[in-house]
Structures are given as C-alpha cells and as structure tokens.
C-alpha cells in the first residue's frame, strides 16, 4: 500500500458527483457540504477539464448548506431541510439532487428522512451518498448514476424493443465525454436503436426517467459505472452489455457487433453497417495516405491514461493507426483483479504488437519508469545507435516534462487536460478516430 | 496572548469580527459601519462558496523546493489542477524555467476515517522526504481529519527529527470558517512558527545597506504587477524583498532583515505583519491598496513618510499622474458615463471600483466577498467619487443575489474574480476578470493596462450578448422580482 497519491488525476467522489450531475438536463445539485466543495471543483474543471467548467447550475451557482461547526455539533439536517426549501423557491430546476460530502457523512445526518419529506411533497429530488472518503471521481459518477436507477427512474413493465441506454463515460473527468457520447450515440441511431446517453444535450430528463423501458445498457468502460449496471440489472431486470471505450474502426466494428448480437440484431444488416462506417472511415482518411506515408509519420509511442483511455488509444495505435506502443501506463486506483483484467485488453491484440504495462497512479514515478525504459532500449554500436525514436507521449498535461525528457511530441487527452479547450471534441467511434489522428500529426507538424 | 504560540491561528469571524451576509445602499452601510453586517450572520438560502484551502494552496504551491501534502479525501487539492498553471507561469516569470507544483494527497478512505489517518500521515511524510527531497513537506489539513482528531501537529513535531525536510502543518479545515481570507493566516502561521523564531538579535547584525522593504503577495498579483510595484519602490531609493510567494525556503528569514513590510492588501496580511512588529521590531505599513491611481499616490505616500522622503515623493506621484493622465486621454470619452458593476474580495473590489470612477465610469453596484474593519476608509473614499444610494453585497460569492442585482441595474460592464464573471456574462453584460495573475492591475502601468483591456472589451461585447439570447440562468422569473437581499438573516435594530 502507498501512503499518499501524486497529483491525483481525479478528484474525490463529490467532485465526480458534482461533475456529472451538472451535466443532467435542467438538473439542480445540492451539496451538503462545507463551503469549499464547489470551487474546489470549479477549479479543478477550470484547469483540468479543457476549459469547460459548471453547466447550467454548476460552479459556485449551486446550492449549498455551507456547513460549519455549529452542525458539526449539533447536525446539520435541519440546515439541509431550510436549504432545500427555499432552494425550491429561487432555482429553477426539473430535477434537484442532494450530494453529501466528507463531514455530513462522518457526522451521519439523515439526508433519506429530508428527501422523503420533500418527495411526499410531490417534490422532483433525490440524492446521493457521496462522502468524499467513498473513492475518486469515478466512484462519484458511479454512485450518481445508481441513485438515478434507485430513486428516479420507475421499474418499467415491459422493455422497449431497440430502446438502449449508454454510459461509461464520466461527464468531465473524461474531457471528451460530450464528443464521446454523442459519437457513440449517433453510431447506435444509425442502427436503429432508440439511445439514451443521460448526459448530451440531446438527452431530456423524460427520456432518463423511461430508462427502465431499455432492453440494454450498455457501459463503454472496464470500470466506471459498472456499479450503476449491476444494479440496474438487479433492480430493474436490464441486462447490460460492457465494452472498452471503443476508438477507431477495429474496436467500433466489434463494439457495434456486439450491440447486435446482445440485441439480437439481424446479422446481415450489423455487417453492412460496419462495412458502411469502415468504408467511409476510409475514405475521409485517402487524402492523407501521401503525406502521411510521405512525412513518415509513424512513431514509438507512451500511452498515459486512465482505464478508458489507456485501452482504446493503445488498440487504436495498434491495430488501425500501425503505431508503436511501447508502454501503457494506467492512472487509475485499481484493484489486483481490475489489473489483470486491463492488462489483459492491453496484451492480447490480433496483430500481436505487445507493449509492456505499469500501473502508477504518481507523476513522478511513471516519469522515471518510463525514462528508464527508454534508456533501457538504446542500442548502439559504435557511431550508430537505435533509440526508441521518433516518439510520441499521449497522456495528461501532467505527462508534458516526460515527454521533453525523452524527445517526444505530446497531446493531452486523459485527465488533466489543462493546455487545449474542448467544446464537442470527441475521441469514440469511427469519426472520433479521425478526430484524433488530426490532433496527433496536427502536434508532429506544428513547426512546418 | 501570541497567536504563533497556538497551533492554529484564530478565526478570522472571531479575531476581526469579519461578516459575510450584508446588503443595502452604499451610504447606509459606510456611514454605520457596517452594522447590518452582523458577526456570524448568514443566509436562510446559501450557494456555495470557497474555502480557506484554495487560496492557501496558491500560496504553498509556489514555494520553492517544497511540495504540499494534503491530508484529507482524495479531492480535497484537486484544484491544484487549475492552480498549476499560475506556478508554471510564476515559475517562468521569475526563473526562466517552467516547472509543476508538486501536490500530494493522503487520499484518506472509509477505512481511514474510522479508524485514524495518522498512521499514513506519518508513512507519507517519511516517503516523500525520501523520494522528493523537498526543503519543505506543507501538510495540510482538511475536514475529514479535523473532524476525526487527527493530529497534525503531534504526528510533524513527533517525526521532526527523522525528517530532512522542515515540516509545515498548516490548518484548512473548510468547516471551520467561511471567511476563506483565513487562508492567508493560516500559511503565514505555519511559516511564521517555523522560519520565524529566531530571536530578533540574530537578525539585526544582517541588516540589509539598502533599506529595503518587505513588499507581501499572497499570489493576489502576479510577476507582472509586482515589477511595476520594484519600479516604483525602486525610484525612492527601496531594495523589494517580494514575500512569501515564490520564495525560497532558504530566504524566508530575510522578512526579519528589512525596514518595513508593506502590504497591498490589509485583507490579507495583517497577522502576519503584527507579528513581524512585536517580535522584529519591523514597523509596516497595510492602510492602501496599490490599485487605482489616487490610491497608488497613498501607498506610495505611506511608504515614503515612513523614511522622511515626502517631498521627492510628491515630485515623483506628480510626475507619474501626469504622464498617466495624457496616456489615458484616449480612452476616457469612451467611457464616459458607462456603468460599472464590481465584485471581488472587499480591498480589491473597493480600490477597482474607485479606480474604474477615475477612469470616467460611472459605478453601480459593489459587492465584496466579506466586510472587516479595515475597509471602513475605502468605502468613505468610494462615496466620494460616486452616488451614495448604489447597492452593496456583503457575499461570499452567492451569485444569486448578483443575477438579481444584474438584472435591476442593467450595467454596461461587470468586473468579477474568477469564477465569478459567468452570471454577468450570461446576463449579456461585457464582463472584465478582477483578477487574474497573466495580467496587470497594479500601480500606475495597472491602471493604464486595465484601461486598456477595458477598452478593447467594451468594443465588442458580443459573445456574452448572444450567451444571454440562449442561456438563461438557473433561476426562477419570480426570484427576479424579490427584494434580492430577501434570504439575508436581518438584525433585530438597524
């Protein structure tokens, strides 16, 4: 066990919380916390999120009890019931969501009994047990997206045929979510599904509140949100489906295949959708086979990310881009089973290319490990010597020194994204793939 | 009683009687002090707000050869993510070289919190001074240890003597105040108790032949406003020793060697500065804030007065004004009778606002963070140049209030701290960042350079108009039309 993290590159439970209930439709968070929570979070959005911070009521818009010692002494459910009422009174909202934080948790207010009071009220709120102890961000997103199947999504009668849910995907933690999501939804409607992603600007509260009716979820992750899924199934009998982020065509054919089989979707219609989406993948890249081949442009790579990332850009480089990953460093806290489990997407690719995997959550040791890799690979022989380059270091802006230290070009795509402003960009799916390849040589070619 | 002697400094709520929940008409609330601004007064309806910890991180995260370990969930300190691109600029600023802060958490758990976090404090503490090699380890505490009892101090005091590092525990329980200025108090207090205590005896032998002066930056400037702060100091004949930002672990003692500390801020350094008085017989001067043109004179006046040198002061203010006034000709017609509507911490937010009537607007409305005695003077002084009948907000952030107001007044512009522009912004109002360490408010240069940002936005304002067309703000119509200081608990007797 390690005694601390460096440079976490997630924030606590709240923080993830907080993230993805500001990204609900019309959704109003309060927090049941001290004063800092929000900002603290505004902050982090500020600098790690590619400039986007808050939404419609995100930031230091939200509402807040703003505990103090008097609660601590005393509890601090009756400030809470005070906050809720006249929240209802000032913000305008179709969904008002109670977060808890650190000390409401350690002092154990009764956050259910002012909930189900203002519930019989015929009062739109529900709320989340989000003590910032629980985990980091990706717990919070978890937890979030398990209080909406608990408390407001109804269990449905019978499912909807082609009605599916996605997720896996946290709402700022992944700066690309809105890209991500609206990419892999626009790849389920173009199979004809019905798709509720939750977290677009497409989605509506009513569509979230028919979830129940799904025939799927979907989780487009090894580890985020696989709690919501578990539950869901248990609670609303919906079978869920999990998937690696999938990035590029190789990892967007099965993921869509995949969709078909679970749904039972008839085989000849999935195949010509991905024959149709590879196809024309293929055909936007043509006009760079010249100056791509041309300006040789394939590199040695270090792939830096959290457990979605990590996957689906090494299997991007890989297996469609003919890059070279040499190392893939997972960010992320995780457990033994959760290691082997994600070193296993890593290893086992059809073309065989097989990076070596670490897990280090500090910015500091991966700095040195993957510096001592490098050295490690530097053959030489008299005037001739075959180092590890031209290179390249995808990961966080937090990886921008190790990638001077060895040479490399750099682009931030895991969290935190602090040097590029991110609006729609999106990294999933075929388009999303062609997204990233202008990014990358957009990086190589800067100088030209 | 010497606050240093305790393991953490007071509350600010109990040492200056500071208040965050106030509203009314300027006039009201200078000519009585504020009365309505009752001690501990709050809100029946609160948006969140910031803690102490933010800004102390600002400051911690700056030092030198240090890393701050924060002991806590794993969240608390993320907003380093956003705080990291203010050191990698001060860091190139000053030395040329860009270089990360380097923060660490304890990422305390469910586990921990039941049972105690102390033991990890302590494996952390022995880790990092192994594998970091810092001259300080800042280890900070955040509400779940303080509610839990974890000792901080007891577990650095107890590991001293196996550390290299000098070990700062520094107190940013966020439950504990909702003054966040405390921050301030809180690091001074930690370096103060640390690199401080050598008897002033030791110090005098070391005075510096230059008399040079302690100039304070809690990081509320950034390297650009303080070169402009050394030019000015410097045609007096003053050596700058700029604290505590920045600094080098090694130089901290310095602080006990200089002529007089000066404040820009009295919001921020007053603890410090009176501990500095009884203990190194250094006197200090914390009255003016450097912002503004009139202001920047008294500052510079302060300083000067101190040392006897008045006459060439005035000749130097005289010469300063002048060649400001010529400069500024260009931009005044422009703003001419323009509305301007302020926010930011009380100081800051006061000076500007006086600084933006010199300038020709007309100000409507102010709204600082939090009241304190100390501002007193800058609320008569903003009577002076502008109508007495115009709101003031005592709020620590709340921008609900502000919508309300923004709503009522109509401003042409909106000048807020960061992350406070967005409700101006939506309300389609031209908005200015109050603050912001790229770029440059202070002294004579500020004044020019914020006229002129000022003039490059008002041309424009477009992008915050069509925001207000298609992004309307979180709140009800019916808000709109309330009294928006309806949700502030009211005294008994105004």
Redesign the interface.
């Known amino acids: 066990m ?7 590159r ?6 993830g919380a907080m993230a993805t209930v500001q990204a609900l439709p019309r959704t ?1 968070p309060i ?1 049941h ?16 999120c590619g400039l986007q ?2 939404g ?2 995100g ?11 008097r ?2 002494v005393f509890g601090g459910a009756e400030r809470l019931e ?2 809720v009422r ?2 209802l ?5 179709d969904l008002y969501f109670i977060l808890t ?3 409401t948790e ?2 154990g207010d009764d956050v259910r009994a002012v909930v189900n009071q203002f519930q019989a009220n015929g009062v739109s709120v529900i709320s989340a047990e989000t ?7 990706y717990t919070g997103y978890d937890l979030v997206l398990s209080s909406i199947w608990d408390q407001f999504v109804p269990v449905a009668g019978q499912p909807v045929k082609g009605k599916v849910n996605l997720w896996g995907i946290p709402p700022f933690y992944d700066v690309f979510w809105r890209g991500n999501l609206a990419g892999l939804r626009q790849l389920l409607l173009s199979q004809g599904l019905e798709v509720n992603t939750f977290f677009t600007v497409d989605d509506s509260l009513e569509a979230i509140r028919q979830a129940g009716q799904a025939e799927l979820n979907i989780v487009v992750s090894d580890v985020y949100g696989l709690g919501a899924a578990q539950y869901a199934w248990e609670k609303h009998g919906i079978p869920y489906l999990t998937s690696p982020l999938p990035v590029g065509p190789s990892a967007s054919s099965e993921f869509i295949a995949a969709v078909g089989t679970a749904l039972k979707l008839e085989k000849t219609t999935v195949d010509a959708a991905i024959n149709n989406a590879c196809r024309r993948y293929y055909q936007l890249l043509d006009p760079m086979t010249d100056c791509f081949n041309d300006l040789d442009l394939q590199r040695y790579t270090v792939i830096i990310g959290d457990a979605n990332y990590a996957v689906a850009i090494n299997r991007f480089f890989i297996e469609d881009l003919g890059w070279l990953p040499q190392l893939v460093v997972f960010t992320d806290i995780v457990n033994p089973e959760q290691q082997t489990q994600l070193a296993a997407k890593v290893a086992r690719l059809p073309s065989g290319v097989q990076p070596k995997t670490i897990f280090s959550t500090d910015t ?1 040791d991966i700095r040195r490990q993957v510096k001592e890799y490098w050295h490690s690979r530097q053959s030489s022989c008299g005037k001739y010597s075959n180092p590890l380059s031209p290179s390249f270091v995808i990961g966080s802006a ?1 990886d921008r ?1 190790l990638a001077k230290d060895i040479g490399a070009a750099h682009l931030s795509v895991s969290f ?1 994204v ?1 040097n590029r402003a991110v609006i729609e960009r999106g990294y999933a799916g075929f388009n999303g793939a062609l997204r990233l390849i202008e990014d990358l040589i957009s990086v190589i070619i800067i100088g030209r | 009683m010497n606050y240093f002697d305790q393991k953490e400094p007071p509350r600010r709520e109990a040492r200056l009687g500071a208040c965050i929940a106030c509203g009314g008409t300027l006039n009201k609330l200078a000519k009585r002090k504020m009365t309505c601004c009752l001690p501990d007064g709050e809100r ?11 800004p102390a991180l600002g400051m911690m995260n700056s030092i030198t050869n240090s890393v701050v ?1 924060m002991h ?14 203010a050191v990698r600029s001060g860091n190139t600023h000053r030395w040329g070289v860009v270089k ?1 802060a ?9 586990h ?2 039941i049972g105690g976090g102390e033991e ?2 302590d ?2 503490i ?3 001074d192994e ?2 090699s810092p001259q300080i380890i800042f280890v900070v505490s955040s ?2 240890p303080g ?2 009892g974890d000792d901080i101090d007891g577990v650095a005091q107890q590991l001293q003597p196996d550390i290299k590092a000098r070990i700062l525990p520094v107190h940013c329980e ?5 003054i ?1 200025a405390s921050a301030y108090d809180a690091v001074y207090h930690a370096i103060g108790r640390t690199f401080l205590q050598e008897p002033s005896e030791a110090n005098q032998v070391n005075r510096l032949e230059k008399p040079t002066i302690n100039l304070m930056n809690v990081s509320s400037m950034g390297r650009v406003d303080e070169v402009e702060l050394e030019r000015l100091l410097d045609a007096l004949g003053f050596g700058v020793n700029i604290f505590p930002i920045f600094t080098q672990p090694d130089k901290m003692a310095a602080i006990t060697r200089a002529q007089l500390s000066v404040s820009t801020c009295p919001t921020h350094d007053d603890y410090l500065l009176q501990y500095l008085k009884e203990k190194y017989a250094i006197p200090y001067v914390l009255r003016h804030m450097p912002i503004g043109i009139e202001n920047t004179g008294l500052w510079l006046r302060d300083v000067a007065k101190h040392f006897g040198l008045e006459q060439q002061t005035e000749q130097f203010i005289a010469a300063e004004e002048q060649e400001l006034k010529v400069a500024l000709a260009e931009f005044k017609p422009f703003f001419a009778g323009k509305k301007a509507f302020v926010s930011a911490g009380e100081f800051r937010a006061l000076s500007t606002a006086i600084l933006l009537a010199e300038l020709g607007f007309e100000v409507v409305a102010v709204r600082s963070f939090h009241h304190d005695e100390f501002a007193d003077s800058e609320y008569e002084k903003l009577m002076k140049v502008t109508a007495e009948e115009i709101p003031v907000n005592i709020a ?2 709340q ?2 209030e502000e919508a309300n107001l923004l709503r009522r007044i109509k401003p042409d512009l909106f000048l807020g701290h ?3 522009n ?2 101006a912004a939506k309300s389609g109002v031209a908005t200015h960042v109050i603050y912001n360490v790229g770029l440059q408010y202070v002294g004579y240069k500020g004044a020019y350079e914020l006229a002129r940002r000022l003039y490059r936005q008002l041309q424009n304002p477009q992008f915050n108009r069509q925001l207000s067309r298609w ?9 709109y039309e309330a009294d928006p200081f309806t ?1 502030i608990w009211k005294p008994e007797v105004e």
């Open positions: 390690s005694y601390y993290i460096e440079r976490p997630y924030s606590c439970a709240l923080g109003i927090l916390a001290p004063p800092g929570c929000a900002s603290n979070t505004a902050w982090t959005q500020a600098g790690g911070v808050g419609y009521c930031g230091l818009s939200m509402p807040g009890s703003n505990v103090q010692e609660e601590v005070e906050e006249n929240c009174d000032i913000m305008d909202g934080s650190c000390v350690i002092i003590g910032g102890f629980k985990g980091n961000s500091n937090l020194e935190p602090a | 029946s309806f609160t948006q969140n707000s910031i803690c102490l910890l933010l370990l806590g969930a794993i969240g608390c300190g993320s907003s380093s993510h956003g705080g990291n691109a990360d380097t923060w660490l958490s304890t990422a305390l758990s469910e921990d919190v990890k404090l494996g952390a022995r880790e990092i594998r970091y509400c779940a509610i839990i966020g439950f504990k105040t909702k966040w620590n952030c921008p609900f960061m992350n406070g967005a409700t992004l309307p703000l979180p709140y009800r119509s019916s808000w949700y």
